[in-house]
């Protein structure tokens, strides 16, 4: 069911590199047999043959009854608070836990002081967590002093923040929604959006699930 279960994207071209220079088990392992590259991506396709990427393989976290969690969906919503810098979505022991680098600037316009960032923090999450799944909601988060180490790519160094960070703060059962008026973030970014690309073939397995190729 390409429309609901994310498999692999492979992508083949001429801006596609032919494989890695003298390491031909480097090849092996990135390129499909027929030449397609695995992007390492994973997605879903509409009806109109549009795949909608969901996030990265090596990323994806199996939930405790076997759903696809992805962390990118979750730090998209996280991050449309304007009250957050940036964030990551990792698992410990089972349960989803966000860490959080804090809008500093943002924070003191709206006259949150230090002190009252926890709280507050638990209610950005309260709201985050009555918009997702039952299976992908945040158990608990840290908040991050700085800012995330980053690849010269500026991605995020995901490894290095496993297990790591300061207190945690475990979500409280009586949390369940945000306050009236309060007001925590803009409902215009509440919603997630994809990048759409047209493909020009589909159902091709790879590991045992769909994957898309991209001919570009």
């Avoid at 009806?47 to 990118?72: C, H, T, W």
């Avoid at 496993?162 to 703060?169: D, F, M, N, P, S």
Wanted: proline fraction near 6%; glycine fraction near 8%.
């Amino acid at each position: 069911d390409p429309e609901n279960v994310a498999g692999g994207i492979l992508t083949k071209g001429a801006n596609v590199m032919p494989g890695y220079y003298k390491n031909d088990e480097a090849t092996r392992e990135t390129f499909t047999a027929d030449g397609w590259l695995k992007t390492g991506d994973l997605g879903t396709l509409d009806k109109d043959n549009f795949v909608f990427i969901r996030g990265r393989d090596k990323n994806m976290i199996l939930g405790a009854s076997g759903q696809n969690i992805y962390p990118e969906e979750i730090e998209e919503r996280i991050n449309a608070s304007p009250f957050v810098e940036e964030s990551l979505a990792i698992e410990e022991e089972g349960k989803i836990i966000a860490l959080i680098v804090p809008n500093r600037d943002a924070l003191e316009e709206n006259g949150i002081a230090k002190n009252e960032w926890d709280t507050f923090f638990l209610q950005v999450v309260a709201d985050l967590n009555t918009k997702l799944p039952a299976y992908s909601r945040l158990s608990s988060f840290r908040l991050q002093e700085e800012e995330f180490e980053k690849t010269p790519k500026r991605s995020i160094k995901r490894f290095k923040y496993q297990k790591q960070g300061g207190r945690a703060h475990p979500w409280p059962d009586f949390q369940v929604g945000p306050k009236k008026n309060q007001g925590i973030a803009n409902p215009r970014h509440s919603l997630i959006t994809f990048t759409r690309v047209p493909i020009t073939e589909r159902h091709y397995s790879w590991n045992g699930q769909y994957s898309f190729q991209l001919l570009i």
